[in-house]
């Protein structure tokens, strides 16, 4: 099956300094892929849909300028949290989809946990 | 936006015992979808649901499509101890298969053995 690699899955930085997290689509060509923040105890809530080779549509209330999202190829998006802060801690998730495979063709990544001290 | 109200947020119950957790919508959605998550890790699907009245099983797990398109329930019967975790709806508006997922808020469900 449609398998999606998100990486790294735990990451640490002092605030100030930018985070990237990868989000690999490992057998299929995803033409497009979410990004999503999940807080504790919270529902996923979509930041930003990505499509490969043009900029990314971002949801309301997201800076594009502070979460920069490159979708550079059909099997690989990247988002950088920049100049990170402590608000900023939160657990990212990637989806990417296949076209033409209605609900089943969302995958989702296992998950960023980013903590900003 | 869109916003679904899934209910309830959470439930403590025995193993062996049936589940069931629903979602419903202000507005129309095509697609419905219901994902397991486990801690520290992300959603994976369970059920997919494409007409309105679709009832389809996975296993122990059945969900239903309503008719008005929405709303849509998720019943896991004989519940087991794996099955902790926290269950969410979504839904899919038009827009083909790359349109976004709007999220329900989650049901955490606790199994004791």
């Known amino acids: 099956g449609a398998v999606v690699s998100q990486h790294p899955s735990r990451v640490i930085c002092k605030s100030g300094t930018s985070v990237k997290i990868e989000c690999r689509s490992l057998?299929?060509?995803?033409?497009?892929m979410f990004w999503y923040r999940q807080f504790p105890k919270q529902s996923l809530m979509l930041m930003a849909t990505s499509n490969e080779g043009s900029k990314a549509t971002y949801e309301q209330g997201v800076e594009k300028d502070k979460f920069l999202i490159n979708h550079a190829s059909l099997t690989l998006s990247t988002l950088t949290v920049t100049s990170a802060h402590p608000e900023d801690s939160s657990f990212y998730i990637c989806?990417?989809?296949?076209?033409?495979?209605?609900?089943?063709?969302?995958?989702f990544g296992s998950g960023t946990r980013l903590t900003v001290v | 936006g869109q916003q679904l109200n899934q209910s309830p947020q959470s439930m403590f119950i025995q193993e062996g015992e049936d589940v069931s957790m629903n979602c419903t919508s202000s507005s129309i959605f095509n697609t419905w979808l219901w994902y397991k998550q486990d801690p520290g890790e992300g959603p994976v699907l369970l059920i997919a649901l494409y007409k309105a009245g679709e009832l389809t099983s996975n296993g122990r797990l059945t969900a239903q499509f309503g008719i008005t398109r929405k709303d849509s329930f998720l019943n896991i019967s004989a519940s087991i101890p794996s099955d902790v975790g926290i269950y969410f709806c979504?839904?899919?508006?038009?827009?083909?298969?790359?349109?976004?997922?709007?999220f329900g808020k989650g049901t955490l469900l606790t199994v004791n053995p």
């Open positions: 979504a839904g899919q508006g038009s827009g083909g298969s790359n349109y976004k997922l709007t």
């Open positions: 057998d299929f060509q995803a033409t497009t």
């Open positions: 989806s990417a989809t296949q076209p033409n495979t209605g609900g089943y063709g969302y995958t």
